[in-house]
């Protein structure tokens, strides 16, 4: 057990220790992005020295830079891929327990919400599932899992091979292929989507233990390309994109949190945005075919580049930038009285979109396509959150309310 445990531990296939990193074993890391952001990101929210972390899914993870020297306070990109709406409430109270973190910034999108499985295979062995950082790389050095990884590691450092289709899915030369390829991708997802709506209320009872320390709170919906934001109305579930922001909306106007501590945005201690919504620069042209030309904002119609990531951060701050992603262009905050007229306003872009783009037709037609002939839909179990699952995020985020207010007494006993 000792050596097999030690094995992991010294390879580090997920590069939680910056020490380990021996040449010809394990210098690259290239089985860490299929299922090691969440231990990397368990034991990176208990260490970071950063004030500002940037939480979400693989659009936060790859479309937010991973430096940013300029950050006042310092900043960590802290996205898992994959995750969903139960990871990021329990990543939230994770990151309420560092005295550093001055402010959290939340990338979300309809999947996060989905009935989809609560947590990959390797959230149980981080920190994030409530144990002790020393408890967790125990169980990750003696998880079967993790102990694969290592292998795969050693092996792909050795031999020079790898998995290597992550490496590739943004090459230039691809790009055009990703554009046109999503289409039924996500049209195919979209169709069997079930919106679950416990999510968004566990997602805000995490985000209650940012709020009780102090933290400054930032939740935006994901800029995606237009291209992908129609296979949401033409599978019909644009009904469901509404009630996720006014639900959204709705929890963060039924909070009143204190003042943030050491704020780094102007504005409230939490505040609800939307950069989607067929907004300028979604509708940006596609790559050519050679890859010599690429989309500036956009990897492919689902994952935008960092430079809209910084572009959002920049939005946030109050800065204003150039168009298509000009103040009055891009991101808006929401809240329940100026969602109607939000709404409105995407439907309005949509329709102009339909009408004026000139890709739209080439997009309709392919819509037209799958609508007359749907691709399959994959079958799969559809997972709500449980009883256990609210009753242990309860007891950490009030836990943590208890102690925030106790702290406050002491402060100002009047």
């Known amino acids: 057990m000792l050596l097999f445990g030690g094995f992991t531990f010294v390879v580090d296939p997920y590069h939680v220790s910056e020490w380990s990193e021996i040449p010809g074993v394990n210098e690259r890391r290239t089985r860490a992005h299929a299922d090691g952001y969440r231990v990397r990101v368990g034991h990176g929210l208990i260490e970071t020295q950063a004030s500002t972390v940037v939480f979400g899914s693989s659009r936060s993870h790859d479309g937010f830079p991973h430096e940013n020297p300029d950050w006042p306070g310092g900043y960590a990109n802290m996205a898992m891929g994959g995750t969903n709406a139960f990871e990021l409430a329990n990543a ?44 967790a790389h125990i169980q990750t050095s003696l998880s079967l899992d993790a102990f694969v990884r290592a292998l795969q590691t050693v092996i792909d450092n050795v031999t020079g091979g790898a998995d290597v289709d992550w490496e590739t899915a943004y090459a230039p030369e691809f790009s055009r292929e990703r554009f046109d390829t999503e289409l039924e991708k996500r049209y195919r997802s979209y169709l069997g989507f079930v919106y679950d709506p416990e999510r968004p209320e566990f997602l805000f009872r ?3 233990a940012l709020l009780a320390r102090g933290v400054q709170v ?115 905050r929401i809240t329940p009285e100026t ?36 691709p399959p839909i994959e079958e799969r179990p559809h997972i709500f959150l449980n009883r256990d699952d609210f009753i242990s995020l309860e007891r950490r985020v009030s836990r943590i309310e208890a102690q925030s207010q106790a702290s406050l007494n002491e402060r100002d006993p009047e």
């Open 206 to 208: 995490g985000i209650d």
């Open 92 to 135: 939230a109270v994770l990151a309420a327990g560092n005295p550093n973190i001055e402010c959290a910034v939340i990338g979300l999108d309809l999947r996060e919400f989905g009935d989809y499985p609560r947590a990959d295979a390797t959230y149980w062995i981080t920190p994030l599932a409530g144990g002790s950082p020393l408890q």
């Open 339 to 374: 969602l109607d007229e939000h709404w409105a306003n995407i439907t309005a872009r949509r329709t102009e979109w339909l009408a004026n783009d000139e890709w739209a037709q080439w997009v309709t037609a392919e819509y037209d396509r799958m609508e007359a002939d749907p």
């Open 218 to 332: 930032r939740v935006f919906i994901h800029p995606i390309h237009s291209r992908i934001e129609e296979a949401r109305w033409r599978a019909g579930i644009d009904v469901e994109d509404l009630q996720l922001r006014r639900d959204l909306a709705r929890l963060a106007a039924d909070r009143d949190p204190r003042p943030s501590r050491a704020p780094c945005f102007p504005g409230e201690a939490l505040e609800v945005w939307d950069f989607a919504g067929f907004a300028p620069v979604a509708q940006s042209g596609p790559p050519s075919h050679s890859g010599d030309v690429l989309n500036p904002w956009y990897f492919e119609p689902s994952h935008y580049r960092p430079d809209l990531g910084l572009a959002i951060l920049a939005r946030l701050s109050g800065e204003d930038l150039d168009a298509p992603v000009a103040a009055d262009q891009f991101g808006v």
